[in-house]
């Protein structure tokens, strides 16, 4: 992958491309010398105003041209299948020229520009490629801008709007270099698959009919300060669903300092055997509840064999949850900050999940972290602090929780029931509900913890439950509940407890 250096590098090579004087430049002013200037080369001007391009204009040299800026110098792809066609070999670049698929009522499918050369383009608009289903391409026509085979693409300060299959589609083994671009209202945004390979900065996706980005294959993809809001949809009456970022298959993707605001899904989904690493990322408002398929969603879903793994992350306000573990997908959070947000669960693991969170801020949020089925939880450090009920409901599978501070939690700070084994060590366990709970048939260790001020019992052991507790150190008040609790019959060791009053 990409480093920061690296990025920079390319994307001042590729502003070099335009210092060059274009005062001497000849004008292309019908599209008959558009197509001879495909094909001779050279460097020209386009002046204001429009041409049509019935049949598509191949190039095969190296060619620049130049408009005048203000969506002035406009080609209109009429009739063509395509618009610009860069081939293998060829350089086309365009710097402020705005290239559109004419009137929605267009006949015929149409991308707009596809390259398996190499395009550089500065400024101007793709807008309005026309969607058709044709055998010859994987899922018809109607991209902004199609990168094939090993065609190359550097867009800086470009507007891909309204285009009907995607912005920017990237397969086979290409490259796209993209920068302080906006995306909005296509259908799809930017699609990058195959052995394909993507670097994107500072764009911003918005308001995407359906997926904003989606990587998958082979592909590998640096992302880096970009902001994703208001894209794809809820469940609607014809069943159609949408998240704002979706990476799968076998992606390797570096995610770091992006924003995903007001999703109403899911703001990233992972699938497949994705691989991502993500740093400084903020989820914001994103997921809420369904109607139609009577679930929330979350601001993140790591599902199938995928693998998520975390530092600095701020998980804010999202309306259903920050997270969501789902088949066999591992993720991993380090000093994130999860905060504020919605629903029966802030994160939930299923199946045969793992999640590890070291040194996590978890506050202020309705639902509690829930552990199911067969999942695994790691707690390494961090505060919990403030939830309106429990802080841990674990229900299934094995939990590790160690030096961690629990605090003023409306419920059970860790609540343990059905078949979940949960091992808690030198954790602080202070002014909740009620401190440590096993219930149903769960197993517990619980090991030289602090447990303090908690209203009802500091450490209990109920129904069918078994374990040990030792070690640990309860203040407790004798009003309500007890310090520590084992009813009657149960298979509970206790040794080396010390229990007090305030």
């Not at 402020?96 to 520009?113: E, F, R």
């Amino acid at each position: 992958m990409q480093t920061g250096l690296t990025i920079a590098v390319a994307v001042g090579l590729a502003l070099s491309l335009f210092v060059s004087s274009v005062s001497a430049q000849p004008e292309i002013t019908t599209v008959d010398q558009l197509r001879a200037a495909a094909a001779t080369g050279g460097a020209f001007t386009l002046p204001a105003g429009s041409i049509f391009i019935d049949e598509p204009v191949e190039v095969t040299s190296e060619l620049s041209i130049t408009g005048v800026g203000n969506n002035g110098s406009i080609l209109i792809v009429r009739g063509a299948k395509a618009g610009l066609i860069v081939q293998p070999g060829a350089i086309l670049t365009l710097i402020d020229v705005w290239v559109d698929g004419g009137p929605m009522d267009t006949p015929g499918g149409a991308d707009l520009i596809q390259v398996a050369g190499r395009l550089v383009m500065r400024g101007g608009r793709v807008s309005g490629g026309r969607f058709e289903a044709v055998s010859n391409k994987r899922y018809g026509l109607g991209s902004g801008v199609y990168l094939a085979v090993n065609g190359s693409a550097t867009l800086l300060e470009v507007a891909l709007e309204r285009n009907a299959l995607a912005a920017v589609e990237v397969a086979n083994a290409a490259r796209v270099e993209m920068a302080g671009s906006l995306v909005r209202a296509n259908y799809n945004g930017v699609v990058v698959e195959d052995d394909a390979n993507a670097t994107l900065i500072s764009n911003y996706f918005d308001r995407n009919v359906a997926v904003a980005l989606t990587i998958r294959g082979r592909a590998v993809a640096t992302v880096d300060s970009n902001v994703f809001e208001g894209n794809g949809q809820r469940l609607d009456e014809r069943g159609n669903a949408y998240d704002a970022v979706r990476i799968g298959g076998t992606a390797q993707v570096i995610l770091s300092r992006n924003r995903f605001n007001d999703n109403p899904r899911f703001g990233l989904s992972l699938f497949d055997n994705a691989v991502v690493s993500a740093s400084g990322n903020v989820d914001a408002g994103n997921g809420g509840y369904s109607q139609i398929d009577t679930q929330y969603h979350s601001s993140v879903l790591v599902g199938d064999e995928a693998s998520y793994t975390g530092s600095n992350d701020r998980f804010v306000g999202n309306v259903g949850g920050a997270l969501e573990l789902d088949d066999n997908a591992r993720a991993e959070l380090t000093e994130a900050v999860v905060s504020g947000n919605g629903s029966n669960a802030a994160m939930f693991l299923d199946d045969t999940t793992s999640l590890t969170l070291v040194d996590v801020h978890v506050v202020d949020n309705e639902g509690p972290i829930v552990s199911w089925a067969a999942s695994s939880l790691t707690v390494r450090g961090g505060r919990f602090e403030d939830g309106a009920g429990h802080a841990f409901y674990l229900a299934g599978g094995a939990s590790h929780i160690e030096g961690a501070e629990v605090r003023g939690h409306g419920g059970v700070a860790v609540r343990t029931s059905f078949t979940a084994t949960v091992t808690l060590v030198r954790n602080v366990i202070a002014d909740n509900r009620s401190g440590i709970v096993f219930l149903d048939d769960s197993r517990g260790d619980v090991r030289d913890n602090l447990v303090t001020n908690n209203l009802s019992n500091g450490i209990a052991f109920a129904d069918r439950s078994a374990g040990v507790a030792s070690g640990n150190t309860v203040v407790h008040s004798p009003t309500e509940g007890l310090g520590i609790f084992v009813a009657q019959g149960l298979e509970v060791t206790l040794e080396g407890n010390a229990e007090s009053v305030p």
